[in-house]
């Protein structure tokens, strides 16, 4: 577990299903760019059994969440949300450098990730961070850093 003073990464138990669930199905539109269908408490506890699940918690209150997969070449971050009203505080920055130290710590010399072009404030972060595009369709982009 990682900490800073007001910021707390935790592991995900099962208490914090609804959360999580709650915080994806708002963000989605935004996230993708187009209507997304119902998507339901199924699909999301399908995605709850695969990779590892972090809750970020700020000044006591679960402010986001994080998700990642192991690939062959590189630790995956599958999914990385941020309470509205936390956004534009730098807790998914903090939250992008907790994911790499995690990825090093278990031998990972890569991370990798999918932004959509519609996620406006996600892409810039990530070029900001040294994510390089390395694959691209029409409507998002695969970014992968290699770790120092």
């Not at 995900?12 to 269908?37: C, W």
């Not at 941020?82 to 710590?105: C, D, H, S």
């Not at 990730?113 to 029409?138: F, I, T």
Request: proline share 5%; aromatic share 10%.
């Amino acid at each position: 577990m990682q900490t800073s003073l007001l910021l707390i990464f935790r592991p995900a138990v099962h208490e914090d299903q609804d959360f999580i669930y709650d915080l994806v199905k708002a963000s989605l539109p935004d996230v993708v760019g187009i209507p997304v269908p119902d998507w339901s408490r199924n699909d999301f506890l399908q995605s709850w059994e695969r990779g590892t699940k972090t809750i970020i918690t700020f000044e006591g209150t679960r402010a986001g969440y994080l998700r990642w997969e192991r690939d062959p070449d590189a630790l995956h971050l599958a999914d990385l949300q941020i309470v509205p009203a936390f956004r534009r505080q730098g807790l998914g920055t903090k939250a992008l450098m907790y994911f790499e130290r995690q990825a090093a710590a278990e031998g990972f010399a890569k991370v990798s990730l999918v932004v959509h072009d519609a996620n406006h404030a996600a892409g810039p972060l990530y070029a900001k961070l040294a994510y390089c595009c390395e694959a691209r369709d029409s409507r998002r982009s695969l970014m992968t850093k290699t770790l120092a």
